[in-house]
């Protein structure tokens, strides 16, 4: 559905309007396309503190494609290593870096501190780093005109080349609607990529849910990105599921996420293994805890949370899922800042973030699979279409973008944990909101 608000914004009667009522003044964002890979313009590289980085997070800062120019007027990208940041008073080196340059960054620009975990011996440390993620989420809400900011933390001796992958998500337009964002790596050493425009080529990848909007998006993000793509949805779906298909040269799957042979029939769909495993499917059954029956109650469990633990469980133990492989799951900003009459959906999509916390770094370490999440926002898709009029506004205006994200949003943060570059990104739940006002 178009946002006609985002459209007035653009218009000089519009912005004026807006203006003079105080009204949020969303920028269009400037999104990933083949006439747009990359953002427009340099790369600033800044240091607050002692860095013992700077030689592989400058490699990592080349790997991006933008240009790192130490005199840019007018940056696209500004990077901040604060990883020598290690007392309250080192954080002024913060200020003095970003304070001259962030009011002259280009619309729609980027801004990635990196930090380090907060040490559990030093607390001086400690402090100092966490600091960093409260300034980040700050300065998320307050940049406008379409930047973002995140926070991305690298332990003490990452492999070379840990934090490409991210830096490269980041510091493009594929990132457009995420923001706030912290985003702690591990040591893990990337996995190659033969092509790094093509990241999955030979890989087989599974979205269910994939009959359309969302599901639909993540599966043709993947198939961009090289991979084969199987897309699973209830046989109910079966004619988008086909048309989905058809359109990404993808191999069509209907079936019941729910039952009891679903990861049987899975692992018989990929006879050579899945290197990529996306849980999409969802549903909502939403009510007031005090008028919800137990079946709507337990249908949302069922196939949001119970159908992912089952599948995956199956998946990881009989060996269908590859060596290097990636599963992404779908949780909610609901399930982190809870929703009126979504007890039930809430609960699912917390649940994932369980899931991810307690299994990515044991399938990690016994498999070699990585498990991460997405937490959608306010989503332009057919569902947000049928709320009424006040509330979309609503959902659509509160966040520090002022607008709806779009379903290749959500895609581009799946493709991106897919990555075979991505190996040393576990755990995570990342945010795809726009830095909404909802949760922290």
């Known amino acids: 559905m178009a946002d006609r608000y985002l459209h007035l914004t653009g218009t000089a009667p519009g912005r004026f309007l807006t203006r003079r009522l105080g009204l949020p003044q969303p920028t269009p964002l400037r999104r990933w396309s083949l006439e747009t890979p990359r953002l427009d313009g340099p790369l600033l590289h800044l240091t607050a503190g002692d860095s013992a980085i700077t030689e592989e997070l400058a490699k990592a800062l080349a790997a991006t494609g933008l240009t790192v120019d130490p005199q840019a007027a007018r940056p696209a990208g500004i990077v901040l290593d604060a990883t020598g940041v290690t007392s309250a008073r080192g954080l002024a080196e913060v200020h003095a870096a970003l304070h001259p340059v962030v009011r002259s960054q280009a619309p729609g620009g980027r801004i990635v501190v990196i930090g380090t975990p907060p040490s559990t011996e030093d607390h001086h440390q400690a402090a100092a780093q966490q600091a960093l993620e409260g300034f980040v989420r700050s300065l998320g809400k307050e940049i406008g005109r379409g930047r973002t900011a995140q926070l991305v933390r690298i332990p003490a001796g990452a492999a070379p080349g840990a934090a490409e992958s991210t830096l490269r998500f980041l510091l493009s337009p594929r990132s457009a609607y995420v923001s706030g964002q912290v985003i ?19 890989r087989t990848a599974l979205v269910t849910g994939a009959a359309r909007g969302i599901g639909a998006s993540v599966a043709s993000v993947l198939a961009r990105e090289g991979a084969h ?6 046989p109910r779906a079966g004619d988008d599921l086909a048309r989905t298909a058809d359109r990404l040269g993808a191999t069509a799957l209907p079936l019941d996420i729910t ?21 999409n499917a969802g549903i909502t059954r939403d009510r007031r805890l005090a008028n919800m029956p137990a079946d709507r109650w337990s249908q949302v469990i069922d196939v949001n949370l119970d159908s992912v633990l089952r599948t995956t ?12 492989g990636r599963i992404v799951a779908t949780s909610s900003i609901a399930g982190i800042a809870g929703n009126n009459g979504q007890t039930n959906y809430a609960a699912s999509k917390a649940g994932v973030i369980g899931l991810v916390r307690s299994l990515g770094p044991r399938a990690a370490a016994e498999h070699g699979v990585t498990v991460n999440a997405v937490a959608p926002g306010f989503i332009e898709t057919k569902m947000t279409a049928a709320v009424p009029f006040f509330i979309r506004e609503a959902g659509r205006r509160m966040n520090s973008l002022s607008q709806g994200g779009l379903p290749a949003d959500v895609a581009e943060a799946v493709a991106w944990f897919a990555q075979p570059g ?18 922290a």
């Open 313 to 324: 469980d199956e998946l990881l133990t009989s060996g269908a899922l590859n060596r290097g």
């Open 422 to 439: 991505s190996a040393a990104v576990n755990g995570q739940v990342l945010r795809v909101c726009g830095q909404s006002l909802l949760g």
């Open 184 to 202: 702690e790596l591990t040591s893990a050493a990337p996995d190659p990529e033969a092509d790094r425009d093509a990241p999955l080529t030979g």
């Open 259 to 279: 039952a009891p042979d679903a990861a049987a029939r899975i692992a018989a769909a990929a006879p050579d293994g899945l290197d990529v495993l996306v849980h």
């Open 229 to 234: 793509v199987i897309v699973l949805d209830v």
